[in-house]
């Protein structure tokens, strides 16, 4: 749910114009900075959504996206500051398409939320950057680690009385989309220095929100609190996520970044059982764990 830090790759491509050379790892305030810096980035994601759901009774899951949408873009495009004008046809139907997908992320992924909880809906959600991971590679630890994310989400949408299998299908569409935008991702960073790309694609996905939250807003005219609560999402999951990932990139390593990455799920649980009420049993944390496991194990061998 965060704006655009899907893959370490692909934030570094995008944070950075030149090349990325972090420190691995370093010692002292550097290395302690650059843990806190991730783990407080994955805790107000998190908490981000968590406090965007209370919104979704006046405004629903898409009037909370178009606000969210709305703060990507500002943010952004404070940050990319991308030439659109000088913009190529071969450069902009890449960023149209990462625009589309990104959008398209988002409210599946919020309507799942909305419909499976947050802890559920965000670990399935993670399937698609660990799917592009494991995709790529020929070893088999990765093979292993490929049957234990399965057996995770066997787990997970295991056939039960008040098991809502639209909502979890919408949370396996985040997670396609969520691939989908890894992949386009690194095109747009190959045609497009910078972080101008990502910056565009979220100008254009705001627009296209521009009208659907106007309409949502004409026929159920939002509190002032459920508006605090959209926009509170919007800082939380990409302001702040945003410019965590500038700072943090510069301090730890890629593969350590995506490392600490796979505590979302975790994060996503324990924020959705403390702050909205939703709790998981036993076999719904066995399948978030089996998750989790499968992308750090995959990660920390690719470092070795």
């Known amino acids: 749910m965060r704006v655009p830090s899907a893959h370490p790759e692909a934030v ?3 944070t950075h114009p030149g ?6 790892w370093p010692y002292g305030r550097t290395r302690l900075s ?3 810096t991730m783990v407080g980035s994955a805790l107000s ?9 209370l919104a979704f009774p006046v405004l629903g899951p898409v009037g909370v996206v178009a606000v969210r949408q709305y703060v990507a873009a500002i943010v952004l495009l404070a940050v ?4 659109l ?7 902009w139907w890449p960023v149209l398409l990462l625009a589309l997908v990104f959008g398209t992320m988002n409210l599946s992924l919020y309507t799942a939320v909305d419909r499976i909880g947050l802890g559920l809906a965000v670990t399935l959600e993670f399937l698609g950057p660990l799917g592009i991971a494991l995709a790529a590679s020929r070893r088999r630890v990765d093979a292993c680690c490929a049957a234990v994310a399965v057996a995770g989400v066997v787990t997970l949408m295991r056939p039960r009385p008040s098991a809502d299998f639209l909502g979890m299908g919408l949370a396996l569409l985040a997670a396609g989309c969520w691939a989908a935008y890894i992949l386009l991702n690194r095109t747009v960073g190959r045609r497009i220095p910078g972080a101008g790309g990502p910056a565009a694609a979220a100008a254009v996905s705001a627009l296209v929100f521009l009208p659907v939250g106007l309409t949502v ?3 159920h005219p939002p509190t002032p609190a459920a508006v605090g609560y959209a926009v509170a999402a919007g800082v939380l999951s990409s302001a702040v996520p945003c410019l965590a990932d500038l700072f943090t990139l510069r301090r730890v390593a890629a593969p350590a970044f995506g490392l600490f990455m796979s505590i979302n799920p975790v994060l ?17 944390w066995a399948g978030i764990g089996a998750v989790v496991a499968a992308n750090a194990l995959s990660i920390s061998v690719s470092r070795d």
């Open 12 to 14: 570094a491509r995008r």
């Open 34 to 36: 650059g843990v806190a």
């Open 19 to 24: 090349p990325v050379s972090p420190v691995a």
């Open 85 to 91: 004008r000088t913009f190529t046809r071969r450069q």
């Open 80 to 83: 990319g500051r991308p030439g």
């Open 217 to 219: 807003a004409l026929r």
């Open 45 to 53: 994601n998190q908490t981000g959504a968590a406090i965007g759901s």
């Open 268 to 284: 996503a649980g324990l924020v959705g059982w403390l702050v909205l009420g939703q709790g998981l049993g036993r076999p719904e």
